[in-house]
């Protein structure tokens, strides 16, 4: 694969630097652009620098783009590992297909990776907690005004050192149910990892956060009935020791985390639902006193433990606000296989070669 090199590199954070999440960006990045007639093709590496866009770039105006967020790990023997890294590149071209984005090579894009890290390895922050982010993106760059999709793609890889994706860390985090915006409805794309998604569960967001709260825990669009997510994490709830997460209808993202919690659970001897849930009924268990736990899973938050959920103005403590014993286990099994201080029995790490 073709390296650029740049002439002066970057000043790393330093060690013990509050990293906070997506601040800083490293030296490289991957690209491969698409051209109709041409398919995928230039794949390199190259200097992570501005790069000029036409303002009537497709991206800019109708959103047709998607991402995948990954995080590589520095192991105890010095090599790098990256979480499952095959289960993203699967996911992304699934999310491509959604938005008429032309499926894209998945081994050169894991080749352009793994070389990427390889040359970005004195990135990887070592503090505990610390991780280096992994951003594939995929965006239109046909300029050209109108509802089509676009006949031009570039695909980049941006790598950041981050710290905690919240700000309070492990503390349980504090969710206010939306029921009045919807994140995604069934034949949406609330299943794909697309840009607008996002762009849309910001309001929620902004009106949560003025409230004190961390996110929003997203209803179906429907009846505003059935729990979904939280819009960067799919959600558990331990009720009765019976673990229950909703069931992948269709406008829930089906979150890598969530699908090696689900596995780690059942092999470990836990009564695992993928069901529908309502928020009636993860309430109900609360005031009866058998909602034991609830915790949110994905690549950025780990698996983050909720301490707090308000319905209709009503706030509902879960486990005294506290981390239970079903999240403290999933957090130190990921988080072991992850930075390699416990055994890999799934071959969830990928090392870099
Ligand atoms: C990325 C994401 C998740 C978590 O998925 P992981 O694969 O576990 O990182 C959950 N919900 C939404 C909406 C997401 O975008």
Redesign the pocket.
């Known amino acids: 694969m073709q390296i650029i090199k740049r002439s002066q590199c970057k000043q790393k954070p330093v060690k013990g630097t509050a990293l906070g999440f997506g601040h800083y960006f490293t030296d490289y990045m991957f690209t491969m652009k698409y051209t109709a007639g041409q398919g995928w093709h230039d794949a390199k590496i190259e200097p992570n620098e501005p790069k000029p866009f036409d303002l009537a770039t497709s991206i800019f105006h109708y959103a047709q783009g998607i991402f995948?967020?990954?995080k590589a790990f520095l192991q105890p023997d010095g090599s790098i590992a990256v979480f499952r890294p095959g289960?993203?590149w699967a996911?992304m071209n699934r999310s491509a297909t959604r938005m008429c984005i032309p499926n894209f090579p998945e081994d050169v894009a894991e080749e352009g990776l793994e070389t990427l890290l390889k040359l970005e390895k004195d990135w990887i922050p070592t503090d505990p907690g610390t991780a280096l982010y992994i951003r594939p993106t995929i965006v239109a760059t046909r300029v050209m005004l109108g509802v089509h999709a676009s006949t031009e793609y570039l695909f980049f890889i941006i790598l950041s050192p981050v710290g905690s994706y919240y700000a309070h860390g492990l503390e349980p985090t504090k969710l206010i149910v939306e029921d009045h915006y919807t994140?995604?409805t069934l034949g949406g794309t609330?299943e794909a990892?697309c840009l607008g998604?996002?762009a849309a569960?910001m309001k929620a967001g902004e009106e949560a956060e003025e409230k004190g709260f961390d996110q929003v825990l997203w209803l179906d669009a429907n009846e505003k009935k059935y729990v979904e997510?939280?819009?960067?994490?799919?959600m558990f709830f331990v009720i009765d020791g019976e673990v229950v997460t909703p069931a992948l209808v269709g406008s829930?993202?089906?979150?890598?985390?969530?699908?090696?919690c689900i596995q780690l659970l059942k092999n470990h001897g836990y009564t695992v639902s993928e069901r529908r849930i309502s928020i009636d009924e993860v309430l109900a268990a609360q005031k009866a006193g058998t909602l034991n736990e609830a915790f949110?899973?994905?690549?950025?938050?780990v698996i983050s433990p909720v301490g707090l959920i308000r319905y209709r103005d009503v706030d509902y403590t879960i486990n005294g606000g506290k981390m239970g014993p079903v999240t403290k286990f999933l957090y130190d099994t990921i988080t072991g296989i992850q930075y390699g201080t416990l055994p890999d029995p799934y071959g969830w790490r990928k090392v870099v070669k």
Request: net charge positive; hydrophobic share 25%.
């Open positions: 995948e967020g990954m289960e993203n996911r994140r995604a609330g990892k998604n996002y569960s997510e939280v819009g960067s994490m799919n829930i993202l089906p979150g890598i985390t969530r699908k090696s949110g899973t994905g690549t950025a938050a």
